[in-house]
Nanobody, 122 residues
Framework: VQLQASGGGSVQPGDSLRLSCAAS???????FAWFRQAPRKEREFVAA????????YYADSVKGRFTISRDTAKNMVYLEMNTLRPEDAASYYC?????????????????WGQGTLVTVSS
C-alpha cells in the first residue's frame, strides 16, 4: 500500500485549501485518515473516512470546518479545509488501515504517506 499526499501550501487565516491523497496497492475495504503534526508537537488525528465514504469522523478541533471524502473510483481521499486558522498549520499525513482490523477511528493505522505542508499566516 502506498499513499501520496499533495495539495499543501501557504494560505492566510480564513482561507481554504484541499489536500489530496492518492492510494495504490491493495486498499480494498480500508479506512483512510488524515493526521497532522506541527513543529514541536505530537502528531494528532484530524479526520477519518470509511471505505465507501459513507461514514466520517472528525477531531473536535476541525469539526464543522474540515470535510474528509473518498472517491472510490479513483482511490483518492480528500481533505477540504475551510476557515483555516494559524493553529491548523502543520504537516498533514494520509494514513490507512484495513477496516477488519477494528479499533478506533483515530489510531491503529498501518500505512502512512509523506507529509504535505500547510502554513497559515497573515
Amino acid at each position: 500500500v502506498q499513499l501520496q499526499a499533495s495539495g499543501g501550501g501557504s494560505v492566510q487565516p480564513g482561507d481554504s485549501l484541499r489536500l489530496s491523497c492518492a492510494a495504490s496497492g491493495r486498499t480494498f475495504n480500508y479506512v483512510f485518515a488524515w493526521f497532522r503534526q506541527a513543529p514541536r508537537k505530537e502528531r494528532e488525528f484530524v479526520a477519518a473516512v470509511s471505505w465507501s465514504g459513507g461514514t466520517t469522523y472528525y477531531a473536535d478541533s476541525v469539526k464543522g470546518r474540515f470535510t474528509i471524502s473518498r472517491d472510490t473510483a479513483k482511490n483518492m481521499v480528500y481533505l477540504e479545509m475551510n476557515t483555516l486558522r494559524p493553529e491548523d498549520a502543520a504537516s498533514y499525513y494520509c494514513a490507512a488501515r484495513p477496516t477488519k482490523r477494528g479499533g478506533t477511528w483515530s489510531s491503529g493505522y498501518d500505512y502512512w504517506g509523506q507529509g504535505t505542508l500547510v502554513t497559515v499566516s497573515s
